[in-house]
């Protein structure tokens, strides 16, 4: 009986000396990055924080509602009511959360950059790509963060304990456009042309390269708040725009080019087209939002959830969700100043009259403003749609190449965009300024409702100008959100 | 009436076995007679044994026996609650009439306590022994609810009905934000878990249960005791007898106030119209359709075309309850057995919301030597939840049940309300399986030191079968079905030794120690399964490979901890006047830090018994003056395992027309924003992570006078909590939220006052009453960092503060906070000061008409003519300031009868709903009802939280009568035949006007349904 006794305690104690946890059903720095499949999945890791609600949504929330393109519904409150009238400041959630997630997915991708960037547990094939992309994320991410924020921290290595929580503030803009450069350079080299839906490739770094210089040279070019500052020359900005954005619209014509039908760009069951350099991939199979998407809801009027047809000039009906929200009604004004009355992307893209299945008139239409039609899903299930953000589209890139390059190179460019939406080409001859101005408006008419229009106003200092709200900003407020109210609470070396 | 029946024993085993024994020893013996008697009534049962053989008698209905002896042989008679009297026999004597005397009560009552058990005298630390004689004809699934008002320091909240729903259990307040707040519940030593739904646990099993509420008695129990330890003992047989009884309960429930719906259809209507015209919308009851839905106009209703249908009626039933319980308890000299069933069906007020277990308990010993012992404890429990309790009985009275052809109305394609439809299609039924299994063996080695080693197992399991059909939800419609099927199994398996040693050394020196070690391990898994799709409802969740595949979505979970421990305790007593207590335990757990895995608790106390000093003794007022201080360290583990860790999170990413899965850095930790919408990101590890620390003081005194007829106790503690488990926040420029750390403090003090009377105390007749009275003061003295806690800070007061608890919907945000400097869970708000009537000036100015005639005039607290955040205060607290409760038992000859009364005073509550209430919106603000009290009605109306919904809830309750009384019976084969009734929840005294103020520790009210008045009949029949 005693040894009975003795067996027992002892193994108690044998037993219990290891208190030390293992993780379990769940993977962590010990247990991942073991292969090729882990760092795959690592960096759909970093993609899908893309997707999230709170990034995903402020694409338009700031990058179209507080321009002079778009308005809420007047009853709309909150962030919105405060971005639309350019009241909105350090506690703005909506800000908070565009700010958080921008870090969330460069924690992802620095996560994936640290664990392969030497790894020999993948091939060199599979390395150099997800590599690429991983620097391709992390840029994408900072170029967010620089125009929305101006001069934010900078976190270039995974964060694993409390010490690593607090980055250190960037020195000026010159080094996170040297990050973003450096990291896009590196992307370029290390990828190839591999047209993927819902993935970044070679030619996605070129176009966003194009499109950060583009942005520092007509920021300098207009003494942009802070650009000022900057050590590089706009025109050299320029030139390395136009020699980017000139690649990716020469050089992969099997991949990318322009899409001829302009409704094809917005059909959600064509996110392959030759238009879309990176798109987000959302599919209304997902079960949680983020997986599919709400857009429709948020663009689309209400029906009083009985849904409703959008119908088209030559006679075609499109299904739409009828319990939209109507948050993202185009401004009347915009509408109707600012497209010619044959432009297809004001005939055919906005819409005020909705239609049964016969294709009649609703009566009476409680419809109470313009709406787009670039994000409607014909297929939705319930609130589920495939409706997607065009992060990077083959139409941007080369009005960007025509704002870069000037009137010689470009007016071709500008002209075929405007020859697909039915409006007379520009004329030849302009001035560089003048035709830099054209293109700009270009992109507001070809590129509305797509998160872009800010960052126009912003780069050219007419912010103020252009929408009547913004009027008496200081530069600073004009150019920049502030840095959200917690990260200056929390962060000690800001 | 002439014999006493109070317990009994089985005379015909004994006497089998005496009539072998005698049988085989039968010479030169005299038959000897005699009768046993205490009080002057004949004892039923009292054992009769030979000194020094196992040869023995009982005695019969008369208190007579018979047996053979030897001249010169001495007769231990005894029976329980009597102290063992011996008789010796001698020569020529024939009859012996012998009294019995009643043991003392009380104060040699032996306590258990955590590893061991002591006299109650002898206890240095604060511990309330519960009396089972009070709850023991009650009917519950588990015990914890019982247990209200019946120990001081000790707050049970009974805040669902629902059939086999717990309760909420607090013993001397809350101290801890994120970690459990509920006291470890031990059962025959072997720790549980958390205190508030033991439904493994049939209460009529139960033998005592003890409370131990200071941290010299709780922190033996380490890093699990601070939130203090209820221990509990089941039965076992002693005495030396055979002894079944069967017991059985019925319970009926009846509402104690009227469901809170709409019973005239007109004024429902006109109400909505007004409703609407009054926020400049069209009116709802016109004859038109909205939203695919016909309402009709007034006219139409007052022509009755319409139903006013009484959904109540339909979705409701009369509660009942039936518990049945058979014992059978059989021991000798060297085996004792205890078996024990129950079956225990509760049948909600919702149809077919049902509630049923089946219980068995089989606890034996054995003695394998004169010296050692083996002991198992085996409960295992079987139970079964069909969930039907969310019905709508408030849905619209004008809709029919069913329409023109037969099938059920629904008012539109999108109303998925109808009660009887989600009665027939939802599915919601949980199977689970305990067992709490025991092995120990105790081995005396000499005298006074004892080994005991126990290996405890305990081995939980649950299945869930649900389905909603197509018809029954908006989600169900579009996904055509959805199925689940979830499974859940846990086990912890505990092995613990130690060794006791007790010995008085020179008649004045009483020495106990105890010194011994146990490890944990506890596992628990889950696997969940949901299928979608599927082709018609008929097959429910039984096939659910039916589904579509490619929405199938399966999740699992496994988690385990580990708890080292090493403990001892050391008792010594002078003179038995001076007692010192000392105890010590270190603890290692695996869910802490790499750096803090180790936590060491002390614990000391001093008691001096002044009534033993000459001195006290010659003023001889006081039969007992205990004096006690203890002061101790105990711990909350707080967290679930792996919050130290690094971890990576699991997502899925669209790519290659498939969803992959996506893995990395930061997992979903937690919610914030209106309805939960964003996640927070934790993940990043804290390796320095360890636990909350309790230190507690406690002083007290005992004191009995008049010959132990008034026994008073009083305590005052002081509970101070460190090291708070909280998350904080990171810049988000981290890629995180939050992350654990140990940060904050809260401090609760408070004082309990129990009085205990045997008011009359006669042969015939007694009456005694106990008062309880229990004040406890909650503080959040700190919580952390203001700026890395993301604290907010009032803006009149500078008070700084974070929301906790649950939001809700009607205010758009969580009513409650911690707040530096306040109790916690207090209301912060807006204040009210009544309508704003026609003509007045409300005080400020609001864009959405916040300052129209009728509306509630909030008060612009910072003096700017607006009313925003910067108006708000603390405007309630839901903690009481005391609870009190009495009880009296009286008892005349064979019947007893008891009254308890509980009280719970000074909290406050959020009355959640109140101006969506029928009753309330009737007597609503018009031009010409200007009241001050109820505003107009108003459907666009955005409520800000203010102090008119909150309210007070304070109430005292007739908790229990009850009448019993016990038919003496003389039939052989019966003992004793006792019928009661009872009535539970008689009535309420309160001024709050929802249905019941007893809610939880958030003090928020949710309405449901009011609660019951339950009226019990039993029958205990023992054999």
């Known amino acids: ?494 | 009436m002439k014999t006493i029946n109070r317990c009994l024993r089985s005379r015909w085993l004994l006497a089998l076995f005496a009539s072998l024994f005698l049988a085989v020893g039968a010479s030169a013996q005299n038959e000897v007679r005699g009768r046993v008697t205490a009080d002057g009534q004949p004892l039923v049962g009292a054992s009769v044994i030979i000194k020094g053989t196992t040869t023995g008698t009982s005695t019969d209905t008369s208190g007579d026996f018979t047996i053979r002896a030897k001249s010169g042989a001495v007769l231990s008679v005894g029976f329980v609650g009597y102290k063992t009297r011996e008789v010796a026999v001698t020569a020529g004597a024939t009859f012996l009439d012998i009294v019995l005397e009643a043991e003392e009560a009380l104060i040699d009552d032996v306590v258990v306590i955590g590893y061991g058990s002591m006299k109650k005298s002898d206890l240095t630390g604060s511990v309330v022994s519960v009396k089972m004689d009070a709850i023991k004809d009650i009917s519950a699934p588990s015990v914890e609810g019982l247990l209200q008002g019946r120990a001081a320091g000790l707050q049970i909240m009974n805040t669902s009905q629902d059939p086999g729903a717990g309760a909420v259990v607090r013993i001397r307040g809350n101290s801890s934000l994120n970690g459990s707040n509920t006291p470890l519940i031990v059962v025959d030593g072997f720790p549980i878990g958390d205190a508030g739904n033991l439904s493994q646990i049939n209460p009529s099993d139960i033998e005592s249960i003890e409370i131990l509420k200071d941290a010299s008695s709780s922190a033996i129990y380490g890093s699990r005791g601070a939130n203090g330890v209820i221990l509990i003992q089941t039965r076992t047989a002693k005495g030396g007898s055979t002894q079944v009884s069967v017991n059985h309960r019925t319970t009926i429930g009846q509402f104690t106030d009227e469901l809170n719906v709409w019973r005239n259809p007109l004024q429902m209507a006109q109400i909505a119209n007004e409703e609407l015209t009054n926020a400049g919308l069209p009116a709802l009851y016109t004859g038109q359709y909205n939203n695919g839905t016909y309402y009709p106009s007034l006219i139409e209703i007052q022509q009755g075309k319409w139903s006013n249908t009484d959904w109540a009626d339909l979705c409701m039933r009369t509660a009942v309850v039936n518990n049945t319980t058979a014992t059978l308890s059989h021991s000798t000299d060297k085996a004792a057995i205890n078996l024990s069933l129950n079956y225990f069906d509760d049948e909600g007020v919702y149809k077919k919301d049902n509630f049923r277990k089946g219980n068995v308990t089989l606890n034996g010993s054995y003695k394998l030597a004169k010296n050692f012992t083996l002991q198992t404890s085996n409960i295992f429990s079987i139970h079964k939840r069909h969930v039907n309790n969310t019905l709508e009985y408030g849905r619209n009275p004008l809709w029919p049940v069913y329409d023109e052809d037969g099938n059920y109305f629904v008012a539109s394609e999108t109303d998925f309300g109808h009660p009887l439809i989600i009665s027939d299609n939802v599915k919601n039924e949980t199977q689970g399986r305990d067992l709490i299994s025991s092995l120990a063996a105790e081995w005396e080695i000499v005298e006074g030191l004892k080994i005991r080693t126990q290996l405890n197992y305990n081995y939980s399991t649950t299945v869930q079968d649900v389905y909603n059909a197509s018809n029954t939800s908006q989600e169900a419609h579009d996904m055509n079905g959805i199925a689940q099927m979830n499974n859940s199994l846990s086990q912890d398996v505990l092995s613990e030794t130690y060794i006791t040693f007790q010995r008085t050394f020179a008649d004045r020196h009483n020495l106990s120690v105890m010194a011994g070690h146990s490890f944990d391990y506890n596992m628990g898994r889950t696997l969940g399964t949901t299928a979608y799709d599927f082709v018609n409802d008929a097959l429910g969740n039984e096939n659910m490979g039916a589904g579509n595949p490619q929405k199938n979505v399966i999740n699992n979970t496994y988690q385990n901890s580990k708890l080292l421990s090493f403990y001892g305790r050391l008792n010594y007593v002078l003179d038995d006047k001076y007692l010192f207590t000392f105890t010590m335990r270190a603890d290692g757990s695996s869910k802490f830090g790499k750096n803090s895995k180790w936590g060491y608790f002390p614990s000391g106390a001093v008691s001096w018994k002044l009534h033993n000093e000459p001195w006290m003794q010659k003023l001889n007022v006081f039969d007992e003056f205990k004096i006690r201080a203890s002061w101790g360290l105990s711990g909350n583990q707080g967290i679930s395992p792996y919050q130290t860790l690094n971890r990576y999170g699991t997502e899925k990413y669209w790519f290659a027309d498939k969803w992959q899965t996506a893995i990395g850095p930061g997992y979903e930790a937690g919610r914030e924003g209106a309805n939960d919408r964003y996640i927070l990101w934790g993940g990043i590890s804290n390796p320095d992570l360890r636990w909350e620390s309790t230190r507690q003081w406690n002083l007290g005194v005992d004191l009995a006078f008049f010959r132990r007829r008034l026994r008073v106790t009083m305590d005052y503690y002081d509970k101070y909590t460190t090291d708070l488990l909280r998350e904080k926040y990171l810049p988000l420029s981290s890629g995180y939220d939050k992350m654990w750390v140990n940060d904050g403090n809260i401090r609760n003090r408070g004082f309990e006052l129990t009085l205990d009377g045997d008011i009359v105390s006669r042969k015939n007749t007694s009456l005694s009453a106990t008062f309880i009275f229990s004040r406890n003061r909650n503080k959040v003295t700190d919580l952390g960092n203001a700026v890395s806690s993301g604290l907010s800070t009032d803006y009149l007061t500078g008070m700084q503060y974070e929301v906790c608890g649950q939001s809700l919907s009607m205010f758009n945000g969580n009513p409650s906070v911690y707040a530096i400097g306040y109790p916690m869970y207090v209301f912060y708000g807006y204040r009210v000061d009544g309508i704003i009537q026609q003509g007045e000036d409300p005080g400020f100015m609001s864009s959405d008409g916040k300052d129209l005639p009728g509306e509630l005039k909030y008060v612009d607290l910072n003096g700017d003519y607006a009313i925003d955040d910067r108006d708000r205060c603390i405007i309630g607290d839901p903690n009481p300031d005391f609870t009190a409760s009495l009880n009296l038992a009286f008892r005349y000859k064979n019947l007893d009868v008891s009254v308890f009364l509980n009280g719970v005073f000074g909290n406050d509550v959020i009355y959640n709903g109140y101006t969506y209430d029928p009753r309330v919106k009737i007597k609503r603000w018009t031009p010409d009802n200007p009241t001050n009290k109820y505003p107009r009605l108003n459907s666009t109306r955005s409520y800000l939280f203010s102090d008119y919904f909150v309210h007070d809830g304070s109430f005292v309750r007739m908790q229990n009568i009850n009448i019993g009384y016990t038919i003496p019976v003389r039939k052989a084969f019966i003992r004793s035949v006792r019928v009661f009734a009872n009535i539970e929840n008689a009535y309420t005294f309160t001024e709050f006007d929802g249905y019941d103020p007893e809610v939880g520790v958030d003090g928020i009210y949710w309405g449901g349904y009011p609660r019951l008045r339950k009226y019990t009949i039993g029958l205990d029949l023992k054999f």
């Open chain 1, 1 to 494: 009986m005693k040894n009975l006794l003795y067996i027992i305690s002892l193994c108690g104690l044998l037993t219990a000396c290891d208190l030390q946890e293992e993780p379990y059903g769940f993977y962590s720095d010990d247990n991942f990055y073991k292969n090729e499949t882990d760092a795959e999945s690592g960096l759909l890791y970093a993609y899908n924080a893309l997707t999230f609600l709170e990034y995903s949504r402020g694409i338009f929330y700031i990058g179209d509602i507080p321009t002079e393109t778009m308005s809420p519904k007047s009853d709309e409150a909150g962030d919105v009511y405060q971005l639309e009238n350019w009241i909105a400041g350090r506690e703005t959630e909506q800000l908070k959360y565009y700010f958080k997630y921008c870090y969330i997915a460069i924690n992802r991708a620095n996560t994936v950059i640290d664990h392969i960037y030497n790894s020999s547990a993948l091939s060199e094939t599979a390395r150099r790509r997800i590599l690429g992309e991983a620097y391709f994320l992390r840029a994408w991410n900072y170029f967010n963060l620089v125009r929305t924020f101006g001069v934010v921290p900078v976190q270039t290595q995974m964060v694993a304990e409390l010490s690593q929580t607090t980055p250190p503030m960037a020195t000026g803009l010159d080094q996170l456009y040297d990050l973003i450069f450096g990291d896009l350079a590196r992307a370029d080299e290390l990828l190839e042309v591999n047209k993927v839906f819902g993935r970044a490739d070679k030619v996605a770094a070129q176009a966003l390269m194009a499109k950060a210089y583009l942005t520092v040279a007509s920021s300098k070019e207009h003494n942009v708040y802070r650009y000022t500052e900057m050590r590089r020359e706009p025109q050299i900005m320029y030139d390395s725009a136009a020699y980017w954005a000139g690649k990716v619209v020469r050089d992969y014509k099997n991949s990318y080019d322009f899409d001829d039908n302009l409704r094809d760009i917005y059909d959600v069951n064509k996110p392959t087209g030759p238009e879309h350099i990176f798109i987000m991939p959302i599919d209304r199979s997902g079960t949680q939002e983020g997986n599919y998407s709400k857009l429709p809801l948020l663009f689309l009027p209400s029906n009083n959830s009985v849904p409703f047809y959008i119908r088209y000039g030559n006679g075609d009906l499109q299904r739409a969700n009828g319990n939209g929200w109507g948050v993202f009604l185009c401004n009347d004004e915009f509408v109707e100043t600012q497209f010619s009355t044959t432009d297809k992307r004001r005939t055919e893209l906005i819409h005020r009259d909705i239609y049964d299945v016969s294709g009649n008139p609703i009566v009476p239409n409680q419809v109470k403003g313009y709406f787009s039609s670039k994000y409607v899903d014909p297929d939705f299930i319930g609130e589920r749609t495939s409706a997607r953000p065009y992060l990077i589209r083959f139409s941007d890139i080369a009005l960007v190449y025509a704002e870069a390059a000037g009137p010689e190179e470009g007016l071709a460019y500008v002209n075929r965009i405007r020859e697909r939406a039915g409006v007379t080409p520009l004329p030849s001859g302009m001035t560089v300024d003048k035709f830099r101005e054209a293109v700009i408006k270009e992109r507001a008419l070809e590129l509305a409702f797509e998160g872009n229009r800010l960052y126009d106003l912003r780069r050219t200092a007419s912010v103020t100008t252009t929408d009547i709200k913004a009027a008496g900003l200081s530069e600073a407020e004009a150019a920049y959100y502030p840095i959200p109210q917690r990260e200056i609470d929390l962060n000690p070396n800001l």
